[in-house]
Every structure is written in structure tokens, then in C-alpha cells.
Nanobody, 124 residues
Framework: QLQLVESGGGLVQPGGSLRLSCAASGFTSGYYAIGWFRQAPGKEREGVSCISGSGGTTKYADSVKGRFTISRDNAKNTVYLQMNTLKPEDTAVYYC?????????????????WGQGTQVTVSS
């Protein structure tokens, strides 16, 4: 069974940067796509970014385009989310999720495995 562990969250001032990591283990073979999602208090979960299994396709929510960058190092079984120019509205618990295959999607229901989440707080 695939397991995911997020890290890299924390408290940062507006305009600052953080890099989240999603480390996968228990993976046997084949591609798996990774998505990053976030959920703020009182709000629904939303897709932030995703990357295909090969890394050739990436997608971003409009709210983070130009500020966030997703990447993956398959040799390390790790996906990264570089977050720059952070805003207070980026405050949320961030989750990574994995789906077998090579298709990047922002639909949470397409993902089979989820991490426990990491808190990101943007505040002065």
C-alpha cells in the first residue's frame, strides 16, 4: 500500500516562500500521479496543483498560477510544491494525494491515497 508523508509546512509572513515535500513509500511499480490539495477552516477542499507520473504534465489552480511550482524527483519518490509570494489566503492544511497512472488531475475523487497533511499559515 502506498503511503504519503507531507513535510515543509509552517508559519511564514506574507510574500514569503515555503517548499512542501510529499514522500511516497510502499510503491511497487508503474507511474502514479500526485496532486496537492488544501483545505482552510470552514471551506471545502480545493485542488492546488498536480503532476503526471512522468512529470511531463503539470496543472495549477488559477489562484496559485505564477506563484507555485510543482516538481517531482522519481529517483527519490518525492514530489515538491514550491510556494512563493505567499498570501494570507493560502493559509490551509495542505495534503498530497496519489493515483495510479500517468494522468494529472485536480479531481480529488480520482486519488486513492492521501497523506496526513501539513499546516501552512501565512500571517504577519
Amino acid at each position: 500500500q502506498l503511503q504519503l508523508v507531507e513535510s515543509g509546512g509552517g508559519l511564514v509572513q506574507p510574500g514569503g516562500s515555503l517548499r512542501l515535500s510529499c514522500a511516497a513509500s510502499g510503491f511497487t511499480s508503474g507511474y502514479y500521479a500526485i496532486g496537492w490539495f488544501r483545505q482552510a477552516p470552514g471551506k471545502e477542499r480545493e485542488g492546488v496543483s498536480c503532476i503526471s507520473g512522468s512529470g511531463g504534465t503539470t496543472k495549477y489552480a488559477d489562484s496559485v498560477k505564477g506563484r507555485f511550482t510543482i516538481s517531482r524527483d522519481n529517483a527519490k519518490n518525492t514530489v515538491y510544491l514550491q510556494m512563493n509570494t505567499l498570501k494570507p489566503e493560502d493559509t490551509a492544511v495542505y495534503y498530497c494525494a496519489a493515483a495510479h497512472g500517468n494522468v494529472a488531475t485536480m479531481r480529488g475523487r480520482n486519488y486513492d491515497y492521501w497523506g496526513q497533511g501539513t499546516q501552512v499559515t501565512v500571517s504577519s
